[in-house]
């Protein structure tokens, strides 16, 4: 079983992954191709050297300038994208939560900070769960460090705080983790406390790490709901929207039954049995 939230967050992430790597590649093609230009002139001013481009004025630096102007942007470039990636997780777990009080009645409480409970924290206990029970406790580090590392990058603290510290000290113990369940990591390393510089390989392996961890939340809180919980939900949406079709019945069951199959499919990823039809009858 998945959500539609999980699906739109994987493809946000993988746009965002997308981004970043087509930006690296042109920047590092033009350093290449203009590498002779720049030894050539280097006091040559970007203005003068590429008077085709409109934006060569706007962006006016001498040649020997650029390739550090490149790396700066690509550095800015990986904190907005991992940041904006977080965003889009935060996204998620509101939507998701969302998705648990209309199916368990249940309500999101107010993350408390002498607790530090986080929202997904409080969703799952709203389910009479825990993160840390749900996951483990390596991969709710490994959430936490995400979140605590895109914390350090907003709020720009000179000093990590004490959690974060936490978990780098048990940073390599966590790679072996996730080496030992065949996650490539692409050289991102857990034990380094700079938080603001980003290896173009250190986000890949974030969002292979956000991926895993986002779907594993969603199958475990669709786990803790339940199947029958799900259906008797979806039956409920759909008598609301296809209240024309609904009042056909019994004549139009074959129907009925096709077209709320299609939306448990598409909507949890659940497939519609015989005894599942029962529900068509209520």
Known sequence: MRTLYLVSLLKEISTINRGFMMSSFIGDDFLIKSSAQIAATPTA???????????????????????????????????????????????????????????????????????????????FKSLGSSVALELGSVEHDTLRYIRLRRNEIVHRDEEITD???????????????????????????????????????????????????SAKIDERILELLGRQALIDFAWQEFKTV????????PQAFGKVRGSFAHELMINFQINMTEADTAILNT
């Open 45 to 123: 001013l970007t203005s003068d050297a590429y008077k085709t481009n409109p934006h060569s004025k706007r962006f006016n630096f001498r040649l020997d300038h650029l390739p550090q102007e490149l790396k700066d942007h690509q550095q800015f470039e990986f904190r907005s994208s991992f940041v904006f990636a977080n965003s889009y997780f935060e996204a998620y777990v509101i939507n998701l939560d969302g998705l648990v009080g209309r199916v368990a009645h249940k309500r999101l409480l107010i993350p408390s900070k002498d607790k530090g409970d986080t929202a997904l924290e409080l969703m």
């Open 242 to 249: 296809k209240k024309k079709e609904v009042n056909n019945l």
């Open 163 to 213: 959690g974060l510290r936490r978990i780098l000290g048990r940073g390599r113990s966590i790679m072996d983790y996730w080496e030992k369940h065949e996650l490539n990591l692409s050289n991102l390393d857990l034990t380094v406390s700079v938080m603001d510089r980003f290896a173009e390989l250190d986000l890949v392996g974030l969002f292979r790490l956000l991926r895993y961890l």
